[in-house]
Structure formats: C-alpha cells, structure tokens
C-alpha cells in the first residue's frame, strides 16, 4: 500500500518559536495532501488542503498566517506552525489518496509547545 | 449543522465475541463512507470504503453495512481478537472534488482475552 511519512515524530518547543513539519508521499505522487490536527479523545479536524504547486485552501476558523503550508513538490507537503503557544499543542497529521478515495495517513506529529 | 456520530465513546468485549459499532450522520449526502482503525499515537489507516449504492461490504473478519435512509453504518469485527483493540473511525465524503473527509470522533474497542 501507498505509504505517507510524517518528521518529525515529536517536537518541542518555547512559546514564539516556529515549527515545521514535512509529510512525504514515498512511493507514489500526491497533488493533494491535507492536513488535521487531533486533540486527545477527540476526532481528527481538517485544517487545510495542501495543492502542489499553488496555494492551500484553508478550513474555516484556521488562521492561514499561523499555519503555513507549502506544496512545493509532488511528495512534499510542509505546515508550519508560526509563533507557536501552548494552545497549539497538538498532534498533527497529514494525509495523501494516491486512488483519490482511501486515504493514506503519516504517523503523525506531536507538538508540545512550552 | 452537520454532525457525524459513532455511538459510544468506548466498547469492551470479549475476545471471539462481534463487536459492532455505529455511525450515524447528519445533514451529509455521502457518495461513500470510510472505516478507519487507529491506534494511540499513530495515524489512521484504511479499513474498507462503502459506496452509498453498496448495502454490504466485507474484508476477512471486518463487515460494513451502509443505510443511506437511516443515514447510518455498521460496523462488525467477527471473533474478535486482543489485537482488535484500537479506535475506529468512521468517515464521510463531504462533496468536494478533492476527496476531502470529515471524520467522527471514534470509538475505543477493548477486546479482553
């Protein structure tokens, strides 16, 4: 099956910092990635669409100049996490559908900020 | 508004018992519907789809049933083992062209040996 990875796996930080997080598609080609974010016991919510090569398409009530996405190739779909605060803790997860149905999750990142 | 809804939070059982959860949604047209099982601090991985003109699908000890009257699925793990033990997830297609999901908040299935 298609397999997405997520790095890094864990990250912490100080409150103000910026945090980057890569999600690559390794054996197949993905225009479209998205990604959720999860608190615990609680559903994944869609933040963003990530398009390769053009702008992402935010969900309602995400701050697009917080969380910066890039799709600069079609196996790399970065979000960064600017001036992160505690509220932002999180686990982040990105997500490809190489058949454009199941999707294709990476391991998730989980982001504590201090 | 639109809700998606998996009918406890959490279900024990014992092993080579079924287990059978829900999912009941609302204010959604599906064209299909997507089983997701997850284990704690991992991502979701695909399970099985169901398309909203499909009663019934099966993958080895997994079964879903898809109502799209009631505007609800099924989901059953047959003879349940120890290593069953995971959230599921279920979710729904919301209509756009690129294949977005909207999921529900899971249901935590224990299966006791």
């Known amino acids: 099956g298609a397999v997405v990875s997520q790095h890094p796996s864990r990250v912490i930080c100080k409150s103000g910092t910026s945090v980057k997080i890569e999600c690559r598609s390794l054996d197949f080609q993905a225009t479209t990635m998205f990604w959720y974010r999860q608190f615990p016991k609680q559903s994944l919510m869609l933040m963003a669409t990530?398009?390769?090569?053009?702008?992402?398409?935010?969900e309602q009530g995400v701050e697009k100049d917080k969380f910066l996405i890039n799709h600069a190739s079609l196996t790399l779909s970065t979000l960064t996490v600017t001036s992160a605060h505690p509220e932002d803790s999180s686990f982040y997860i990105c997500?490809?559908?190489?058949?454009?149905?199941?999707?294709?999750f990476g391991p998730g990142t989980r982001l504590t900020v201090l | 508004s639109q809700k998606i809804e998996q009918n406890s939070e959490a279900l024990n059982i014992q092993e080579g018992k079924t287990a059978t959860l829900t999912c009941n949604y609302t204010n959604y047209s599906p064209a299909y519907l997507q089983w997701y099982r997850q284990d704690p601090g991992r991502g979701p991985v695909f399970l099985l789809l169901?398309?909203?003109?499909?009663k019934e699908k099966r993958k080895e000890r997994l079964k879903v049933t898809f109502d799209t009257t009631l505007k609800q699925s099924l989901f059953h793990i047959t003879a349940s083992q120890p290593a069953d033990s995971a959230t599921y997830l279920c979710a729904l297609d919301i209509g756009s062209n690129d294949y977005k999901l909207s999921f529900g908040a899971g249901t935590t299935v224990t299966v006791r040996a």
């Open positions: 169901i398309r909203e003109n499909e």
């Open positions: 990530s398009n390769e090569g053009s702008k992402a398409t935010y």
């Open positions: 997500s490809a559908t190489p058949t454009g149905y199941e999707g294709f």
